[in-house]
């Protein structure tokens, strides 16, 4: 099953425009991570917030959670056709974290294809 | 480029066969996770190995099997292949105790 949704499932948008997508997930966790993949190939991972955080950066994307609604927001600041991409938001599927040593088993959603038109 | 790497990149089987799909993690990376994404949905988890041992399983049947060898690197093999079984898989490494998962590129299987 899928733990969490993202939304929109597509958003179309032109250069220099900012894209915000959103996730929503269904049982406590120790972090959200978000991925992106580039048309059918392997996923980058962009961005890890712990669940003690609200707010976080990197570049032009910025991050936030809230626990209390369980959602989550990606938005990408001034896209640039290389954007072009789609967004996964992805959590541990226990809940509990790396406990006794590997590393989480991620669940994600179907993911928000973006378009940025040049 | 994460330094993970999978083989073949394509594959074309027929309903009924075996297939055996390879991953060479990261050096270093002693943990690797299997996934299978369906066309336009999100990864899934198949199962993790951990110094090659499994280390947790999502909803697959016995017929995915994995193998982790002492250099990390990884098999994933699928018995009496499905239709249903069409999908890009994933393999993904880890450094020790790590939240973060590193991609190899894919192998898109085909079942006809």
């Known amino acids: 099953s899928q733990q969490g949704e993202e939304d929109p499932q597509a958003l179309s948008i032109q250069e220099g425009e900012n894209a915000t997508m959103n996730c929503s997930y269904k049982?406590?966790?120790?972090?959200l991570q978000w991925y992106r993949q580039n048309s059918g190939r392997g996923l980058v991972h962009l961005i890890l917030?712990?669940?003690?955080?609200r707010e976080k950066h990197s570049g032009r994307l910025r991050v936030t959670l809230d626990t209390s609604k369980k959602s989550s927001s990606l938005l990408i600041t001034a896209s640039r056709a290389a954007d072009t991409a789609s967004y996964f938001c992805?959590?541990?599927?226990?809940?509990?974290?790396?406990?006794?040593?590997?590393?989480?088993?991620?669940?994600f959603g179907k993911g928000t294809k973006l378009t940025v038109n040049p | 480029e994460t330094g993970v790497t999978q083989s073949p990149t394509h594959l074309i089987k027929t309903r009924g066969q075996q297939v055996t799909l390879r991953c060479s993690s990261q050096?270093?990376?002693?943990?690797v996770s299997w996934y299978q994404q369906a066309l336009g949905q999100g990864p899934q988890f198949i199962f993790q190995?951990?110094?090659?041992?499994?280390?947790g399983r999502g909803n697959f049947p016995p017929r995915f099997s994995g193998l982790q060898f002492p250099n990390y690197s990884s098999e994933l093999n699928v018995n009496a292949l499905e239709l249903d079984d069409s999908a890009l898989y994933l393999c993904?490494?880890?450094?020790?105790?790590?939240?973060?998962?590193?991609f190899g590129p894919g192998t898109r299987l085909t079942v006809l």
């Open positions: 190995y951990y110094r090659e041992e499994e280390n």
């Open positions: 992805a959590t541990d599927a226990s809940g509990r974290g790396i406990t006794q040593g590997g590393s989480e088993k991620l669940v």
């Open positions: 917030i712990r669940s003690n955080e």
């Open positions: 049982t406590s966790i120790n972090n």
């Open positions: 993904a490494s880890s450094p020790i105790v790590s939240d973060t998962q590193y």
């Open positions: 050096s270093g990376h002693n943990t």
